[in-house]
T-cell receptor
């Protein structure tokens, strides 16, 4: 099966500009996650979707970050306006429906964002 | 709040030798899952192994095994017979019943020929 797709792979922008990232999860996966991974740290969850509904966005900086998954399939994450501290890799992951703790998350290749 | 601690920022290992990566966790919830992921320089996170809190046996997947010591709240990853392709960042992660994954800071492994 095809893996999680993300685009673009790399993006360089000036601070205060806007940027959007796209993610297409594995077919049939109901759950979609966006993570932020700052250099030298582990990924931090930004938002979790179940189908097209938000399950958890408690760590999403809502004054500048937004995310949507309108049809319950692909998703976009937007930053507007970007700050220097947003420089990071943004990882998308998807998982199967179900509440088993063992359900693994499958990760995409990530988008590396540099804010100048 | 749950917390994952990986105390080894970097490790070197000789090819064909075994290496142990430390991971300790903190939770008062009796039901949890522990994961190890590998992140090569290309950036994608690759699932390696899973251990449930109620599992009686330590998990094994090929050259990967998890040394689960529940009373000590540790879940160390053992990579046997290291290969050059094992050079990567390794993350320990925990999931509670809210189904979020919380990651540690990671350990960089460099395999020497």
């Amino acid at each position: 099966e095809a893996g999680v797709a993300q685009s673009p792979r790399y993006k360089i922008i000036e601070k205060r500009q806007s940027v959007a990232f796209w993610c297409n999860p594995i077919s049939g996966h109901a759950t979609l996650y966006w993570y932020q991974q700052i250099l030298g740290q582990g990924p931090k969850l930004l938002i979790q979707f179940q189908n097209n509904g938000v399950v958890d966005d408690s760590q999403l900086p809502k004054d500048r970050f937004s995310a949507e998954r309108l049809k319950g399939v692909d998703s976009t994450l937007k930053i507007q306006p970007a700050k220097l501290e947003d420089s990071a890799v943004y990882l998308c992951a998807s998982g199967r429906r179900g509440k088993a703790l063992s359900n693994e998350q499958f990760f995409g290749p990530g988008t590396r964002l540099t804010v100048l | 709040a749950q917390k994952i601690t990986q105390t080894q920022p970097g490790m070197f290992v000789q090819e064909k030798e075994a290496v142990t990566l430390d991971c300790t966790y903190d939770t008062s919830d009796p039901s949890y899952g522990l994961f190890w992921y590998k992140q090569p320089s290309s950036g994608e996170m690759i699932f390696l192994i899973y251990q449930g809190s109620y599992d009686q046996q330590n998990a094994t997947e090929g050259r990967y095994s998890l040394n689960f010591q529940k009373a000590r709240k540790s879940a160390n990853l053992v990579i046997s017979a290291s290969q050059l392709g094992d050079s990567a960042m390794y993350f320990c992660a925990m999931r509670l019943n809210d189904y979020k994954l919380s990651f540690g800071a990671g350990t960089t492994v460099t395999v020497r020929a």
